[in-house]
Nanobody
Framework: QVQLVESGGGLVQPGGSLTLSCAAS????????SAWFRQAPGKEREVVAC????????YVADSVKGRFTVSRDSAKNTLYLQMNSLKPEDTAGYYC???????????????????WGQGTQVTVSS
């Protein structure tokens, strides 16, 4: 069955870096749209970054643009989120998601995702 397992979260000081990993199993990640979401207490879930399965284009939210990078490793069937220059407002639960919808005429930040990981907590604090 489709499974997504995140890792790499933790406590980091402002200005620091973390890399989140999302190991996929039960399907080939390249054939699915894949995304990172985050949700902080009392706030709505938001898409942070995602990758299209149609043309490998990526989307990065304005709030993290220039600091976060999303990438995929086909050999490892894993999605990554490299987070640099972290700020306290980046503190949230981070979730990996995937969906088989073929994004020929859609953007990866506009679809509903069917499969989700359990999440990993990122806390940015001094």
């Amino acid at each position: 069955q489709v499974q997504l397992v995140e890792s790499g979260g933790g406590l980091v000081q402002p200005g620091g870096s973390l890399t989140l990993s999302c190991a996929a199993s039960g399907f080939t990640l390249d054939t699915y749209a894949s995304a990172w979401f985050r949700q902080a207490p009392g706030k709505e879930r938001e898409v942070v970054a995602c990758v299209s399965n149609a043309d490998d284009t990526t989307y990065v939210a304005d709030s993290v643009k220039g600091r976060f990078t999303v990438s995929r490793d086909s050999a490892k069937n894993t999605l990554y989120l490299q987070m640099n220059s972290l700020k306290p407002e980046d503190t949230a639960g981070y979730y990996c998601a995937a969906d088989p919808t073929y994004l020929l005429f859609k953007f990866c930040n506009t679809i509903d995702y069917d499969y989700w990981g359990q999440g990993t907590q990122v806390t940015v604090s001094s």
